[in-house]
């Protein structure tokens, strides 16, 4: 048994690491929700910071497959953030009297520029984006090194939180460009665009402008998702392929290891069969000795005493 044992150990190695490399090769697309996309982003985010200084912000740098997104972290005492406020972060201005619950000592403000990303993480029926979706969320600051921290709630008690979008596309003829806001809970608000492209909060989340396309006919959205769906469509085909192949390679290797052990079992009961066949014959328990590699039954002496018949005497 103890050879099955180390065969099943090897044959499963494989099948765990072809389970890993799958799940490491996952490309990122529209498959991940906004909010893993924020811890995602939190992660990559910390990681920017080696002995940061506060009120700077720190570029992150990431990954190939998330080309077009923009991440800043800024790590800020509790208290100057509410008697100082941040004049520019990025697109956001952060008057003072902003605080945070709980309460830390310092905290870290992560900015998003989702850029092409912003349909496809916030999805809009019904609207076009004008400008990319904006984020600010606030973490903790006091263990730099977590990841999938949750969100501390920062609300602006005195003036709001400004957001000056730059990259803002004309408006077409007639329509009335708005802002809207996503809360870190997924609901969707709109407000009156200000002058100059500016949005007003006075809690975080994410932020853009947009406009309600038009209502007769609402060709463009999903003419836009079709797109992205379709430049996605290779990323997709490659992950399909690799889990179909790990699930195939999978169920081979299972197979193998059922067959290999229904066998085992096999050969095991023909020994248990044989045994017991030895022991039928023999009538008594053998001593057993190894012989080369087997292990054989070993007589030593006479094992049945004869008994003369005529030696009885009355
Ligand atoms: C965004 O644009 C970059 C190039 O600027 C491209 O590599 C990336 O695939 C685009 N992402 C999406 C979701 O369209």
Redesign the pocket.
């Known amino acids: 048994m103890r050879v099955a044992t180390i065969f099943l150990a090897i044959l499963t190695v494989p099948l765990f690491l072809s389970i890993q490399i799958s799940i490491a090769q996952l490309p990122f697309d529209d498959t991940i929700s906004s909010r893993t996309l924020d811890a995602i982003l939190q992660d990559y985010a910390f990681k920017s910071f080696f002995r940061p200084k506060t009120g700077v912000p720190y570029d992150a740098k990431l990954p190939n497959n998330l080309?077009?997104v923009k991440v800043s972290a800024m790590r800020l005492r509790s208290g100057s953030l509410r008697t100082r406020g941040v004049q520019t972060y990025k697109e956001f201005q952060i008057p003072m009297g902003v605080v945070e619950q709980p309460y830390v000592q310092r905290l870290v403000l992560v900015y998003h520029n989702l850029?092409?990303?912003s349909e496809?993480f916030y999805p809009l029926p019904g609207y076009t984006y004008l400008a990319p979706v904006l984020g600010l969320l606030s973490y903790s600051g006091v263990d730099l090194s977590a990841d999938e921290l949750p969100e501390l709630d920062i609300r602006a008690s005195d003036k709001p939180i400004l957001i000056k979008f730059s990259d803002v596309k004309p408006a077409p003829f007639g329509s009335v460009p708005k802002c809207v806001y996503f809360d870190v809970h997924g609901s969707v608000q709109f407000d009156i665009l200000l002058h100059d492209y500016v949005c007003s909060t006075v809690q975080q989340g994410h932020f853009s402008i947009v406009v309600e396309s038009n209502a007769p006919s609402p060709a463009p959205t999903p003419i836009a998702v079709a797109a992205?769906i379709g430049?996605?469509s290779e990323k997709k085909n490659y992950k399909v392929w690799i889990i179909v192949a790990s699930l195939i390679g999978g169920c081979m290797l299972l197979i193998l290891l059922s067959l290999l052990v229904v066998r085992m079992r096999r050969i095991k009961n023909g020994m248990k069969i044989q045994e017991l066949e030895w022991g039928a014959d023999s009538n008594e328990i053998l001593q057993m000795t190894s012989v080369g590699g087997t292990k054989a039954p070993l007589a030593i002496g006479t094992r049945t005493r004869p008994t003369i018949e005529n030696d009885y005497i009355p």
Request: hydrophobic share 45%.
């Open positions: 080309i077009g850029g092409n990303w496809i992205a430049e996605g």
